[in-house]
């Protein structure tokens, strides 16, 4: 049974920075992409940064320069740098495992991430 448990959200100012981090447990195949996703109040949810298996990334424009995706070797714990919060960025996070465009096979329980002006 694979889970997928997020931490590291919180309140911060616009402007600071917030790492997610995402511990992966269970059988993932080492073939699957690795994703953060968001959620805000009353939009659709988006997809924030995407991660290969073979370590190639992807950042819609919104969030490109300012968040970095990442993994350990293991490929176990996934993790989302996000420098310059704007509040626009407040959302609840979600990881992923085995992205496929917007959907997954796995999800997390979601992180929320408010940033104040």
């Known amino acids: 049974q694979v889970q997928l448990v997020e931490s590291g959200g919180g309140l911060v100012q616009a402007g600071g920075s917030l790492k997610l981090s995402c511990a992966a447990s269970?059988?993932?195949?080492?073939?699957?992409?690795m994703g953060w996703f968001r959620q805000a109040p009353g939009k659709e949810r988006e997809q924030v940064s995407y991660?290969?298996?073979?370590?190639?990334?992807s950042y819609p424009d919104s969030v490109k320069g300012r968040f970095t995706v990442s993994q350990n070797n293991a490929r176990n714990t996934l993790y989302l740098q996000m420098n310059n919060l704007k509040t626009d960025d407040t959302a609840v996070y979600y990881c992923?495992?085995?992205?496929?465009?917007?959907?997954?096979?796995?999800w997390g329980q979601g992180t929320q991430v408010t940033v104040s002006s």
């Open positions: 269970g059988y993932i195949s080492n073939n699957c992409a």
């Open positions: 991660i290969t298996s073979l370590g190639t990334t």
């Open positions: 992923a495992a085995c992205v496929y465009g917007l959907a997954a096979s796995y």
